[in-house]
């Protein structure tokens, strides 16, 4: 099973609503990320989990939240988004950092998101 | 990772090859070379990564410069199913090896 899986696909909330993006992976990869991607726009990093423990925050805003429960799982908390954060949230997982830049990251189709 | 400079657009017919140049000029001797794309409505996919010297796998060829400061990747024979946009990536050891920093890309379009 080499498969990424991302919950919900679409996504439409207000300025004043609390969701979670769920992302899922049973590959046993002990790194996860979150990516956000802006239509017509490569990917741009959030968060890196090694270890269920966070690693890189790209000095995201507090309004996206991650959390790591498990090695299996990644969720992205959203509070108070902005319309400008709507974007397609990208979730990824890769065996683990100390495999160094010969690593390869999975990526999940992602969760397309629309705040009104 | 640092800056990659790729072609924004290319286009194909179908059944033939495709190279997609990529310069990395500023590569150090432990950065790798990777590519990704990504198909329409979906994530990005792994496509192939290397060093040094070239590699080959089920999904493309990787020709990396004697230099190391360019590389092409190389579809042998291109199908509708690989329009898409390819990411060259070079990635750096260190603390910030968990990134991966995505260009803008080259859109490929294949033509029947």
């Known amino acids: 099973d080499t498969e990424v899986t991302q919950t919900p696909k679409h996504l439409v909330m207000g300025m004043t609503n609390k969701k979670s993006l769920k992302c899922e992976q049973h590959m046993g990869h002990r790194a996860m990320y979150w990516y956000k991607q802006k239509a017509k726009k490569p990917p741009e990093l959030m968060f890196v989990y090694s270890y269920e423990k966070l690693s890189i925050n790209e000095s995201v805003p507090s309004r996206f939240s991650p959390e790591c429960p498990n090695s299996s799982l990644l969720n992205l908390h959203l509070h108070a988004l902005q319309p400008e954060d709507s974007a397609l949230y990208l979730c990824?997982?890769?065996?683990?950092?100390?495999?160094?830049?010969?690593?390869?990251?999975?990526f999940g189709p992602g969760t397309r998101l629309l705040v009104l | 990772d640092a800056k990659t400079t790729q072609p924004n657009s290319m286009e194909s017919n179908e059944e033939e090859p495709v190279h997609l140049p990529c310069n990395h000029s500023?590569?150090?001797?432990?950065?790798?070379i990777h590519w990704y794309r990504q198909l329409p409505s979906q994530g990005p996919e792994y496509v192939i990564h290397g060093l040094t010297s070239n590699v080959n796998n089920r999904m493309a060829s990787l020709a990396i410069a004697e230099d190391r400061k360019s590389s092409t990747l190389i579809l042998h024979r291109a199908t509708l199913r690989d329009a898409a946009v390819y990411y060259c990536?070079?990635?750096?050891?260190?603390?910030?090896?968990?990134?991966?920093?995505f260009g803008q890309g080259t859109i490929l379009t294949v033509h029947p």
């Open positions: 990536i070079q990635r750096s050891g260190g603390t910030s090896y968990g990134k991966l920093t």
């Open positions: 500023t590569i150090s001797g432990t950065d790798y």
């Open positions: 990824a997982s890769s065996q683990g950092l100390l495999a160094g830049p010969r690593e390869t990251q999975y």
